[in-house]
Every structure is written in structure tokens, then in C-alpha cells.
């Protein structure tokens, strides 16, 4: 059974940095497409970026592309969410997902996935 482990947020001023990891375990981890949604109180989940399996491609959400890197470390089986210039709206509970299905045409789709982690807050204010 896949597992899904993250960690790495917290609290940041506006303009700060944060590094989310994302560790996987229970599956092989090369044949896995990973990615990372948020949700916001009161707002509905939204995709955030995803590496999909192999490495093949990134795809980010159009508000983060220029700020946000997603990576992969095989050797690790971890997962990696480098979040730069970070804004109040980045603010959000932070999910790891995992699928070995998911096709691009629905790689944004939160349904698309059956490997949720447990989630990290991150709250970006001053």
C-alpha cells in the first residue's frame, strides 16, 4: 500500500521561502506520477503542481509558475516542493498525492489520484 509523508511547513512572511518534502513508500516510486494540491479555508482544493512518473514532465497551476519548483529524488523516493516569494493566498493546507494512472489530459483533476498524504499547513502572513 502506497504511504504519503509530508512535511516541512509552517508560518513565513510574504515574500519568504518554504520547502516541502514528500516522501513515498509502499510502491515503486518511478512508476508513480506525484504531485501536490492545496485547499484554503473555506475554498475549494486546487491543484498546485505535479512531477509526473519517470520525470517525464512538471505541470504547475498558473498562479506559482515562476515561483514554485516541484522535483524528484529517486534515490530518496521523495518528492520535493520548493516554494520561493511566497503570498497570504499561498496559504492552505498542502497535499502529497500519488497515482500510477493518471493520464495528462487529467493530471490536474484531485478525483484522478488514489494516494492522499496527511497534509501540511502552510500560513504565509506578517
Known amino acids: 500500500q502506497v504511504r504519503l509523508v509530508e512535511s516541512g511547513g509552517g508560518l513565513v512572511q510574504p515574500g519568504g521561502s518554504l520547502s516541502l518534502s514528500c516522501a513515498f513508500s509502499g510502491g515503486n516510486f518511478r512508476s508513480y506520477t506525484v504531485g501536490w494540491f492545496r485547499q484554503a479555508p473555506g475554498k475549494e482544493r486546487e491543484f498546485v503542481a505535479v512531477i509526473r512518473r519517470n520525470g517525464a514532465s512538471t505541470h504547475y497551476e498558473d498562479s506559482v509558475k515562476g515561483r514554485f519548483t516541484i522535483s524528484r529524488d529517486t534515490a530518496k523516493n521523495t518528492v520535493y516542493l520548493q516554494m520561493n516569494n511566497l503570498r497570504p493566498e499561498d496559504t492552505g493546507v498542502y497535499s502529497c498525492?500519488?497515482?500510477?494512472?493518471?493520464?495528462?489530459?487529467?493530471?490536474?483533476?484531485?478525483?484522478?489520484?488514489?494516494?492522499w498524504g496527511q497534509g501540511t499547513q502552510v500560513t504565509v502572513s506578517s
Open positions: 498525492v500519488a497515482d500510477s494512472g493518471v493520464i495528462l489530459s487529467s493530471i490536474r483533476r484531485a478525483d484522478q489520484y488514489d494516494y
